[in-house]
């Protein structure tokens, strides 16, 4: 009898520590279901990136660093309209935060802690903006790829090594006054030359300020400002001359008949000269004509020697007859 008592006492303080467990675990439940929202009202959103850096399953969302859902699936999604291949995520959201998330909210990747989490960071909208609602796709930004940036920052890296090396190798050769820039920082004669050059630019200074020569004048002398300024006056009259319309000079910049006049001339004095060339007209046959031209020789030749002739022997040409009434 005394054995079946323990036995019974037994099941029933077993059956408790379990009953209890069920309880403690039930409690705890709740509690977490209370803080995850698992037992809380949710609605769904939706992204699209062209990658997701590591991106899981069950990753916090935060609404301005405030925890307000978890990832719920990752899949990838094939859009017809521009043939691309993306990865669509879907989120579950608590319903109380869904007047905060607006059409222009952006959705991002960001990393959590030093072990590198991933969790999407959602902006808050403007007032203005309409609510997304369930099943709704908010718009997002492509994280950054930091394996691509660490590939290019070691070619930076390289090509400042590079460089480095180059300005320490023009470096080298100019402490030994190699090349160009080393001969100008080396070279002692290039600062007994600069030495004249500025006691040549303060000889010229000095003479400026004490007017003397061409230069001296010319900055010096009142005279020469009053010309220059009676000039441009003269000049600015002209010009308001021309402006008005007065004076000859205005009618041939602006008459439109003069240029219409010159341009006939011109075609008129091309076209003779065209006629002059193929030997036409007697311009052209005094030119071109080599006969012709010949012929005048061969007269004016015949005239100089009979003109010749005449001065020798006027008598034989000339007689004077008189006659007596």
Known sequence: MTHRKKYADRKIAVGGLITAALLLSLVAIIIISGQEGLLRSRYELRTRMDRVNGLQVGAPVWLAGVNVGTVSDIRFFHEKETGKTKIEVRMKIKKSVQDLIRADSRARIGTLGLLGDKYIAISLGSPDAPVLKDKDYIQSTNPVDFEEMISRSIGVVDDITATVEHIKSVAEKTDKGAGTLGKLINEPSLYFDFEDFFKSVEKLVKQVENSEGTVGLL????????????????????????????GTLKKLLRDPALYDNMMASVARIDSLIKMIQKGEGTAGQLISNRELYDKLRSTAESLDSLIQEIKKHPSKYLKVKVSIF
């Open 219 to 246: 900055f010096n002398d009142p005279s020469l400002y009053r010309n220059l300024d009676s000039a441009l006056a003269e000049i600015s009259a002209l010009a308001d001359t021309l402006k008005s319309g007065n």
